[in-house]
Structure formats: C-alpha cells, structure tokens
C-alpha cells in the first residue's frame, strides 16, 4: 500500500508514535522492550501501539497467535565465503519457526520498536501477516474514511532480531512461498491518495475521487481473484500472483520510519519483484537488524496506481542469512532470472538513478567491471519496471536478465543455496 501523507508518513521517535505505551511482543511497561513473552532486552525504545477500537484479526486458520512451533527441515548445503562469512552455512538441520502475531503486537515503523523474536543465521521463519487495512475493509459498503485510520496501516509483523548481525553486514531474505490467508482481498480509492489524483504533494482544485472498495474474492482452486465492476456487470478473473509491499531493516542513525515509506533501508517498496523464489539482500544498519515484513498482496500492477494494490493477508515462508560485511547501498534482489535493484526517492528520475548506480555497483563486484564499462553495459540491457508512484519516495526497478550474461556468483551463489534449500520447505 502506498502513502497519503508526508506528514504521517514521518512520525520521529518523540511524535505521536513515540508517546504509546509498550506493547511490543506483549503488554509491557513504558521501559520495557520484549524479544518473546518472557526475555526482556536492555534500553527503551519507543512503541507503536494499536488504537483500542482495531477489530480482532480473523484467524488464518493457524492457532499461533504470540506463540512459536519449532519444526525441522533436512540439513542444508554449505555456502562459501565472498565479501564476507556467511553465518548460516554450517551443516544443521534448518529450523522452522512458525510466529502470528497478535493485534497489539503489530509494528507500523521501520526502527523504533523493540525485537519480538531471536532468529539465528539459517532458521526458516513462516510468519503471518495482516492486510494493509488491517482486515477492517470486507465489503464494498465499508469505506476507507469511516474504517482506516491512516496512522495505523501496512501493520508489520516483527521486528526480529538476527544473532550476529551488526551493522555493515548483509541481510539475506529467501522467501520459499507466499500464501493468501484469507478467501477475499481488498483495494481502495481513497479520497486524495493515488497516482492520479490531486494529493497533498501534487496539489491541484480538483475534488477527491469517490471514496470506492473493491473486494477481490479469491479461488483457491483455480488460482484466481476476481475483479467485480461496480458501474456495470463486468467480472474479470486474475491470476493471484502474491507479493510483500514491505520488507525491511531499521534504518541507520536512531531514525523511525513509517512503514508506509521506502528508502535504503528497504520498507514500502511495493515492488512485485519481491515474490517467491527471490532474495532480498539489505544491508545492516543496527545490531540485530530488526527486520520485519507485511503489507501482502495477492497481485498489484506496475506502479500501484491507485495507491492500493488486491491487499491481503499473507503467510510467507522465508530462509533468514547473515553475510558478514558487504552491506549494499541500497536492497538488491536476486531471483532465478535477473540481477535487480531498488531504488526510491522522488522525483521518479531520481529512484530510477539511485537503482541505476547500485546496479552498476554489483556488476562491479559481480564481474569485476570498471564503472564506466559497467555503465555501458547496462545502458544496453537493463530493465526498469516501476514499483510504486504512490509513496512519499517512489520506488524504481532496475534489473539486468542473466542469460545476456555470463555466469556470476552473488555472495558465492548463495541465492542458489537457498533455492536448494528452500525446496526441502515446500
């Protein structure tokens, strides 16, 4: 989902979201930050909590609510050293640890709130995720105005601390499945918030467009969601081709962002890069990483026009690494196809360059070029799908396809370690 305001958008540790009282991982004393329901880890950082009158999340049909199931999974491949020891790649059986959070315990920053959970390099994570909405919209009677409270969307479940991680180390997220959660997703035009209306950064005379939502009612069987008109009798079925809006660190320098917001540190890119069988690598930016995810889409098209994708609950499946050192700039992904990175800024050129210099930066490292050989290059091949033109920063795609080019090895194939890996899972 993408962003209304700058103004909410940029809530700092000593705004509104910095006054709540714990609730992070569990009630809790103003002080307190808990990983779990019983550690507590040392220093207050401020909380986002909930607003009393949030509906109770419907089930996803898994009792795991504030609890963890640990499962195994056969012994992965070892992974080899490049730019950096990767801390997951000893010979174990890789741990599964199933987490649904509870409504209280949802984060609507990226920074600022205290870990729910330790993860160690290696464990496979399958992680419950709300809607954008927060389930609050189920009907096409139910309005945005009357039902969102627009502090309180994209709810993230995590953060979750990584053993070993500090910063200037990468992050290596493999997502193995994304699965819709509920049997409806929602989207919306809300009043003065999209691409192509007048907004509070593109100011115009023009009125808002008329408060509409569309429920998207899913086929499991057939794979499908379907797109119902509401000024006439038109249905159109769409393939489900679930993603996350939101995947992301805490940001460097003691900052909170809204998880509303894209930036270096990954967050609301809404980018339908981030799918299964990707890897997200994100540079480190505090000890433990704190990364969280949500914000499920069971499809959106390029840019997120309207501001709002088909959002929906999601449960995703997920291999956490740790390579120490490395950090990128900016999130780099990897899939089976391309070489990709995110950029996210405004104006829209400005994303676009950001994606563009990081991408010349890995062949660098990829292939050993020279920046203006790499430049050339990717000048002749790339790609640039738009993530999102809806946010505070837009955010752009550049990738480069892989069979134009030769082989190379990312962190010492560590994506097709995962994807190993990842098939033991599914």
């Known amino acids: 989902m993408g962003l209304v305001s700058d103004a909410l958008a940029e809530f700092g540790a000593g705004g509104e979201f910095g006054r709540g009282k714990a609730l992070v991982g569990g009630p809790g004393r103003v002080g307190e930050d808990r990983v779990g329901p019983l550690e507590v880890v040392g220093g207050h950082v401020p909380t986002v909590h909930q ?55 949802y984060a609507f920053t990226f920074g600022g709130v205290g870990p729910l959970r330790r993860v160690r390099p290696g464990m496979a994570l399958r992680v419950w995720s709300d809607d954008a909405f927060g389930g609050r919209l189920r009907a096409v009677t139910d309005l945005s105005i009357e039902k969102v409270d627009l502090r309180f969307v994209n709810p993230q479940s995590g953060p979750f601390y990584v053993e070993g991680a500090e910063p200037g180390d990468t992050l290596a997220l493999h997502l193995v499945s994304l699965e819709p959660a509920r049997d409806w997703g929602a989207s919306a035009h809300i009043p003065f918030f999209g691409g192509m209306t007048s907004t509070d950064r593109t100011v115009s005379l023009q009125d808002p467009l008329p408060d509409t939502t569309y429920i998207y009612e899913l086929d499991r069987g057939r794979g ?111 899939d089976d196809a391309s070489w990709m990175t995110v950029g996210s800024s405004r104006p829209l050129e400005d994303a676009w360059r950001i994606g563009q210099a990081e991408l010349v930066r890995w062949f660098g490292e990829l292939y050993g070029l020279h920046p203006m050989d790499a430049y050339q290059l990717l000048s002749q091949l790339t790609e640039a799908p738009l993530a999102n033109v809806v946010d505070v920063n837009y955010s752009s795609v550049v990738k480069a396809r892989k069979e134009l080019l030769p082989p190379a090895a990312a962190y010492d194939n560590l994506h097709i370690d995962l994807r190993r890996r990842a098939a033991s899972l599914l």
């Open 224 to 334: 499908t969601v379907t797109f119902a008109a509401q000024h006439s009798d038109l249905r159109i079925d769409l393939p489900v081709e679930p993603m996350l809006g939101t995947v992301g660190v805490a940001p460097a320098g003691g900052e909170v962002r809204s998880s509303l917001v894209p930036d270096r540190f990954g967050g609301n890119m809404d980018t339908t890069q981030m799918r299964a069988g990707t890897t997200c690598y994100l540079g480190v930016n505090v000890e433990g990483a704190l990364f969280s995810l949500g914000d499920g889409h069971y499809r959106q098209g390029e840019g997120e026009a309207c501001g709002t994708a088909v959002e929906g609950a999601m449960t995703t499946t997920l291999i956490v690494e740790l390579i120490k050192g490395g950090a990128p700039a900016w999130p780099r992904l990897e």
């Open 51 to 105: 607003p009393a009158s949030s509906p109770a999340r419907p089930s996803s049909g898994t009792q795991f609510v504030g609890q963890v199931t640990m499962l195994r999974a056969p012994q992965p491949a070892s992974v080899r050293e490049r730019g950096g020891h990767c801390e997951g790649a000893s010979m174990r059986p890789v741990d599964v640890e199933e987490f649904e959070p509870s409504v209280d315990q």
